[in-house]
């Protein structure tokens, strides 16, 4: 199964401070996207970044990049000053075109955001 | 613009009984998605709609579940009869197309408890 792995089940981190949610996924496919999600305790997915195969550079968004070393097939978030809001659940999916279009998850990481 | 629209926002009910759930996508969106997600667990894809057509029901336990999108745009999702390990959120989400780089924007979600 092409699978995508979060190994990190929940994170620390001060606010103000960088932190980094690991993801590696498993694919044959040349093309492929990359998504993170944000989950909130109110369970709404929200959209935070997207990156292509195919992308030169490393996507950003605001205080979002993502980390995405193809060789190893890696797409790890970098959350820079993290805000108490941040406190959520966090997904990374990757999108399996070929058939159709749907989004395989991981299990996700639980950020907690510290005063 | 208004985002995915999902009711009811809650649900619980007995074992075989039955239950429905209903979607409004972004206007516009021609691609809707149904999402299982088990407490603990990232979504799974259930169907698939481009239009009113079914693109990917592979994961839908069809002997209980089914789902319409008759006019192309709202969907409704039904369980019918309810087991225990139903019991999850429901997410529904659109994008404007098939395609590799075509976000998938979610809704609220519905949270179903069987008893």
């Known amino acids: 199964a092409q699978k995508i792995t979060q190994t990190q089940p929940g994170m620390f981190v001060q606010e103000k401070e960088a932190v980094t949610l690991d993801c590696t996924y498993d694919?044959?496919?040349?093309?492929?996207?990359l998504f993170w999600y944000k989950q909130p305790s109110s369970g709404e997915m929200i959209f935070l970044i997207y990156q292509g195969s195919y992308d030169q550079q490393n996507a950003t968004e605001g205080r979002y990049s993502l980390n995405f070393q193809k060789a190893r097939k890696s797409a790890n978030l970098v959350i820079s000053a993290s805000q108490l809001g941040d406190s959520a659940m966090y997904f990374c999916?990757?999108?399996?075109?070929?058939?159709?279009?749907?989004?395989?998850f991981g299990q996700g990481t639980e950020l907690s955001v510290k005063p | 613009e208004a985002g995915v629209a999902q009711s009811p926002r809650y649900k619980i009910i007995e074992k075989r009984q039955s239950v429905a759930f209903w979607c409004n996508p972004i206007?516009?969106?021609?691609?809707l998605y149904w999402y299982q997600q088990i407490l603990g667990q990232g979504p799974k894809l259930l169907i698939q709609f481009q239009n009113n057509g079914v693109v990917d029901d592979s994961q839908l336990p069809k002997d209980r579940f089914s789902a319409e999108r008759l006019k192309g745009v709202d969907s409704t999702l039904k369980i019918q009869p309810a087991k225990l390990e139903d019991s999850a959120v429901y997410l529904c989400a659109s994008s404007p197309r098939l395609g590799m780089q075509e976000t998938q924007y979610f809704g609220p979600g519905t949270r179903l408890l069987v008893l």
């Open positions: 694919t044959s496919d040349p093309s492929y996207g």
């Open positions: 999916a990757r999108l399996q075109y070929n058939q159709g279009g749907k989004l395989i």
């Open positions: 206007s516009g969106h021609a691609t």
